[in-house]
């Protein structure tokens, strides 16, 4: 089975921070992940799919990138709302992967 | 306008089977390319995926949970429900549905949850 890891587990960051959090697959995955979103007590919230297709309303300071193994989810310029955990997610699997997850607070 | 709503008990106990109803609006599982998950999520914890049924009927499981979950479809009441035998303290979670839509990309299908319910939680204890 194909494992994600995410890096860094917490990060401290302030409004107005540029955020990069990584997440990395245990084999080559081509593009397919997902970004989520879920602040507390809140269901998850799609960011990013196929590494760097933006959701639809998601604001344009989100963005994803990479392919293979290796993927980052960026916040150019964090606001307020955007305090909450982060998890990436193996799309094209018959084992839906979930990383650990990133909290920035 | 998709919406999502998990219902069922929020108090089993150990050894009992739990089931649980996803109600949906908004979208047919007749519809060629969509398909509802189940995600839980013990406290403080990770996500964790359970199951997944296609427009189609096919179904995918959890590996570590494939011999405990059933998820199924009753399709004209816009419902997909999700029963998980044996229950342990450890199954203490909030369990979401979620929407599927299908992307495609190099000829292979995949599909992000883009919908999700708001959760109902479930705690195992006698």
């Known amino acids: 089975d194909i494992q994600l890891t995410q890096s860094p587990s917490f990060l401290s960051a302030s409004v107005g921070d540029r955020v990069t959090i990584t997440c990395r697959a245990s084999?080559?995955?081509?593009?397919?992940l997902a970004w989520y979103q879920q602040r507390p007590g809140k269901a998850p919230k799609l960011l990013v799919y196929?590494?760097?297709t933006l959701q639809s309303g998601v604001p344009s300071r989100f963005s994803g990138s990479g392919s293979g193994t290796e993927f980052t989810l960026t916040i150019s310029s964090l606001q307020p709302e955007d305090f909450a955990t982060y998890y990436c997610q193996h799309l094209n699997s018959d084992f839906l992967t979930f990383g650990p997850g990133t909290k920035v607070d | 306008q998709i919406t999502l709503k998990e219902s069922g008990p929020t108090l089993v106990k150990p050894t009992e089977t739990l089931t649980l109803t996803c109600t949906f609006s908004?979208?047919?599982?007749?519809?060629?390319?969509?398909?509802v998950g189940w995600i839980r999520q013990p406290p403080g914890k990770a996500l964790e995926w359970l199951a997944l049924?296609?427009?189609?009927?096919?179904?995918r499981y959890r590996p570590s949970l494939a011999s405990r979950i059933t998820i199924s479809k009753n399709t004209p009441m816009y419902r997909v429900d999700l029963a998980m035998t044996n229950m342990d303290p450890l199954d203490t979670a909030t369990y979401y549905c979620?929407?599927?839509?299908?992307?495609?990309?190099?000829?292979?299908?995949?599909?992000?949850?883009?919908?999700w319910g708001l959760g109902v939680v479930v705690t195992v204890s006698s």
């Open positions: 084999q080559g995955i081509s593009s397919f």
């Open positions: 049924i296609y427009w189609d009927g096919n179904k």
């Open positions: 979620a929407h599927g839509g299908r992307h495609s990309e190099s000829g292979t299908s995949y599909f992000p949850f883009a919908y």
């Open positions: 908004g979208f047919s599982l007749r519809t060629n390319g969509v398909a």
């Open positions: 196929a590494a760097s």
